[in-house]
């Protein structure tokens, strides 16, 4: 089974939303409307795995951190993003970072 990580997206969500409206007016039953959203878990995870290769780095204070369920999550404070010649400046992140390498994903 894919992190479903990205459904709170604007993608995931306006998927979503689209998937509700087709159910509402009886043009795909709910179980569709599931299997769909697990192929947009399991697509999006390999296209993110396989054809993103930009890198950034950034800096900041961290906040807090935990790992739960093989799950980490950063909050991190006074965060400065760098890639190449752009720079951001954020006052307070989230990150979460899952086990992209597990054979179920």
Same mark, same amino acid.
């Given at each position: ?7 709170? &997206?604007?993608?995931? #969500? ?7 409206? %087709? ?8 179980? %569709?409307? =599931?299997?769909? =959203?697990?192929? /947009? ?10 054809? @993103?290769?930009?890198?950034?780095? /950034?800096?900041?204070?961290? #906040?807090?951190?935990? /790992? ?8 991190? #404070?006074? @965060?400065? /993003?760098?890639?190449? &010649? ?6 307070? @992140? ?12």
């Amino acid at each position: 089974m894919a992190y479903q990580l990205y459904r709170n &997206t604007t993608l995931g #969500n306006s998927l979503q939303e689209s998937l509700d409206e %087709l159910i509402q007016t009886q043009q795909i039953t709910p179980q %569709l409307a =599931l299997q769909v =959203l697990l192929q /947009f878990d399991k697509a999006i995870n390999t296209a993110l795995a396989n054809r @993103v290769r930009n890198r950034v780095n /950034f800096r900041g204070s961290l #906040n807090t951190y935990r /790992f739960c369920d093989n799950v980490w999550t950063f909050v991190l #404070n006074d @965060v400065e /993003f760098r890639e190449v &010649t752009d720079l951001v400046k954020v006052d307070k @992140v989230k990150i979460v970072a899952c086990d992209g390498k597990t054979p179920e994903h």
